[in-house]
């Protein structure tokens, strides 16, 4: 690794088209159009594809070669590909239907220079002259959940006049995308490395993940000149340069500092996905035995029927500059979660290309795990479970761990698994000395849960406006009835932010993870929503919210309920309301009812609070649910004159409700007619409101016996002073009790 970059990588290893407008039948027309003048044109010789030069290659015997083809459609109509090979020594895979990723690029220039421009950068303006595009293919194929990254990177133009080349190694490779333009940048979370045995760094112009050490990749990359075969299986390679090749050599040849960070910054000016329809990339995988030779053919067809043919020669040679990297290439554990008391058998693969053989190193990652599974000790000595079960196949790289948890241990269990050529992998890593080459992976388990199954959900919002309370995911632990409240949730929002929620449930028991975000960019941004238990089982689930421009305001009628005895401002009837922008709406509960929640239209809990924020959607349904307030109950045995209780819940009382609570539910159960006194409680407290001329709810009501008690508040800090009252007609005939009111304060002070 770079010792002045963190985020580094370690050098020593290391045609004319229609432009068709939004109307379906100009599209349907001009296509047709351009589809009958290209049939024309190839009818008469005068227009094929054409496929540029393709020079012979060579090959690693056993291993991978990527190689861009670029060509150009005369007609301007897609190009499809074909290859055949002529002998089974290579066999070729065709990547298509993948993305393009262009970076156009400029450098810091003066004033006086040739063709110098002024762009934005970080926050003011540069002088620079122009460069060029730098266009990668990119491969889902190998790396989904890196381009899954850079689409919610680019989509957000984290890289837009942010970001530079900040490090040039000339006959090695030129890296960019941090933030901080020195190195040291990353974002606010970090993913695994992805491999494939195909995807190695023998070709040139190769679009790999700058790392700060295994499985900690961010936004950094790097675009290697020429091969790079130290690389393999240490830094994920996602993407192929296919045109801009002189644009690569142009900064690659760059003066810099000694710390190879250009003189004159290198500005990524914009990072944006484009389309291509000419261009191609092969990937050429070799048989084991060097000296074979064969003549690859590549056809490039359009859509009238026209085609163009190109051939050029592969070899194998002997591979000279494997790197020894075993890493895992499938996922073959499967057994994550299981009840207590129970092992978990899981194999555990890694992948060598060489056939050296495996050691495998599993170590627990810290001292709960370690304990939550006695039975399988760790030995610092060597990194092996002593008493765990494992059996080792060097050719597959395998093992087998059977994994022993503590008697009744509930929780996770987090296990590293390093596996190494190298069978003395661990005494460097106990000395701290530099580790021969490895891979790495990290395991939960859990014990005593149940597994989480996730369903994603597709959101539609508007860029530049909060949005509230979406539906981002669902998903089951298998429980029927468990509370969605023991789940945490933990939102990558693709634009380099994420935060964390409570998951909340429905009415039919169906769990779901919502969120509250705004986008500032248009764009479909992949959101990773990592569903956790508290006990230790975990599911990522992968959603993704479309953005997109208001061109003209969409609408919709919300619906607004009403469960239970409350009212709801505004009420919305009949509700017409711009889809994605954001709206407001308050509950008020009846007497003697509160808000118990705010749910929507598949019953998921949107809020709790009175108010409520919410964003228009298709067919959005809100519901205030009221529910009654418990009955409480007081009951004071034996109270005597002048008794002091300093607190409702010691044991002398027995209390069930606030004190308020109390009061609110006697005045409107039995403070309204003279009959309802007759099943009053014997003894009732009133609140202290401040002053003498403030108790307004003083209630003085007459027990069973026919005497009368009398609360008072003596200390606002929360004493209750209580005193038996011999009972007077007076009290017990007032007016107002008859009336449906209760006796006022001046009546109960009178009754003494």
Avoid at 694 to 709: F, Y
């Amino acid at each position: 690794m770079n010792p002045f970059l963190p985020c580094g990588i370690n050098e020593a290893k290391f045609g004319a088209t229609f432009k068709l407008r939004p109307s379906p039948i100009m599209n349907y027309l001009k296509y047709a159009i351009c589809v009958s003048i290209a049939m024309v044109l190839v009818a008469s010789g005068l227009a094929t594809p054409v496929i540029d030069p393709i020079a012979n290659v060579t090959v690693p015997a056993g291993k991978s070669l990527i190689l861009p083809v670029t060509a150009t459609s005369t007609t301007g109509l897609p190009l499809t590909y074909s290859v055949v090979s002529s002998t089974n020594s290579f066999a070729v895979v065709v990547h298509t239907n993948n993305p393009f990723w262009q970076l156009s690029v400029a450098q810091a220039a003066a004033s006086n220079a040739p063709g110098a421009y002024q762009t934005p950068f970080r926050g003011g303006e540069a002088t620079v002259t122009n460069v060029g595009n730098l266009t990668f293919m990119l491969f889902p194929e190998y790396a989904p959940h890196t381009l899954n990254v850079f689409q919610g990177l680019t989509t957000s133009a984290y890289f837009n006049s942010n970001t530079i080349f900040h490090r040039v190694v000339t006959n090695f490779v030129i890296q960019g995308g941090d933030a901080r333009t020195n190195g040291s940048g990353h974002l606010v979370f970090t993913y695994d490395d992805e491999f494939n045995p195909q995807a190695i760094f023998s070709g040139n112009g190769q679009l790999g993940l700058a790392n700060s050490g295994k499985n900690a990749n961010g936004s950094q990359f790097f675009v290697t000149t020429g091969s790079q075969r130290a690389l393999d299986f240490g830094y994920t390679l996602f993407g192929q340069l296919v045109r801009g090749f002189d644009v690569l050599t142009n900064i690659s040849n760059t003066a810099v500092d000694t710390n190879s960070r250009p003189l004159a910054d290198v500005i990524i000016q914009q990072a944006v996905y484009v389309m291509d329809t000419t261009d191609a990339v092969l990937t050429l995988t070799a048989t084991n035995r060097a000296g074979r030779t064969g003549t690859i053919t590549v056809i490039a067809t359009d859509s009238a029927g026209a085609s163009a043919t190109n051939t050029f020669t592969a070899a194998t040679v002997n591979d000279t500059n494997s790197n020894n990297e075993a890493f895992f290439y499938t996922n073959t554990v499967t057994k994550l979660v299981g009840p207590k008391n129970t092992t978990l058998t899981n194999f555990i693969t890694a992948t060598e290309l060489d056939g050296d053989q495996l050691y495998w190193f599993p170590g627990f990652a810290d001292p709960t795990s370690a304990n939550g599974a006695p039975n399988s000790s760790y030995n610092l000595s060597n990194s092996i479970y002593k008493t765990l079960t494992y059996n080792v196949t060097n050719v597959q790289g395998k093992i087998q761990l059977f994994l022993v948890p503590a008697t009744n241990y509930v929780g996770p269990v987090r296990v590293y698994f390093d596996v190494s050529y190298n069978s003395q992998w661990n005494l460097y890593q106990q000395y701290g000395l530099t580790l021969p080459a490895y891979g790495e992976r990290l395991y939960t388990f859990a014990f005593g849960d149940t597994p989480i199954t996730g369903q994603s959900n597709q959101v539609s919002v508007l860029a530049a406006v909060p949005f509230a309370n979406v539906l981002l995911a669902t998903f089951t632990n298998g429980v029927p009835g468990s509370a969605g409240t023991n789940f945490t949730a933990v939102i990558n929002w693709g634009d380099n932010s994420t935060n964390s929620v409570i998951a909340t449930t429905n009415s039919t028991g169906l769990k779901g993870v919502l969120g509250s975000h705004a986008y500032t960019y248009p764009g479909t941004y992949p959101v990773y929503v990592q569903v956790q238990s508290a006990i230790g089982a975990s599911a990522t689930i992968l959603s993704f919210v479309n953005v997109t421009n208001r061109l003209s305001p969409a609408t919709n009628q919300v619906t607004v309920q009403v469960a239970g005895q409350g009212t709801v401002l505004p009420g919305y009837t009949n509700g017409t309301l711009v889809m994605g922008d954001s709206y407001s709406i308050t509950a008020y509960p009846s007497n003697l009812w509160f808000l118990m929640n705010w749910t929507d239209q598949n019953g998921f809990v949107l809020g709790t609070s009175s108010n409520l924020t919410f964003t228009m959607s298709p067919g959005l349904s809100l519901t205030a649910n009221f529910a009654v307030i418990a009955q409480p109950t007081l009951t004071i045995v034996s109270p005597t004159n002048g008794q002091l209780i300093t607190n409702l819940y010691s044991t002398l009382p027995t209390v069930t409700g606030t004190a308020a609570a109390i009061l609110t539910y006697y005045w409107a159960t039995h403070g309204t007619t003279t009959a309802g006194y007759a099943g009053a409680i014997a003894w009732v407290v009133a609140i202290w409101t401040g002053s003498d001329a403030a108790l307004t709810t003083r209630h003085v009501w007459k027990d069973n016996s026919a005497a009368k008690l009398r609360t008072s508040m003596d200390n606002p800090a929360g004493e209750l002073r209580i005193a038996r009252v011999a009972a007077e007609a007076k009290a017990e005939a007032a007016p107002a009790s008859e009336s449906g009111s209760a006796p006022s304060p001046t009546d109960a002070q009178s009754a003494e």
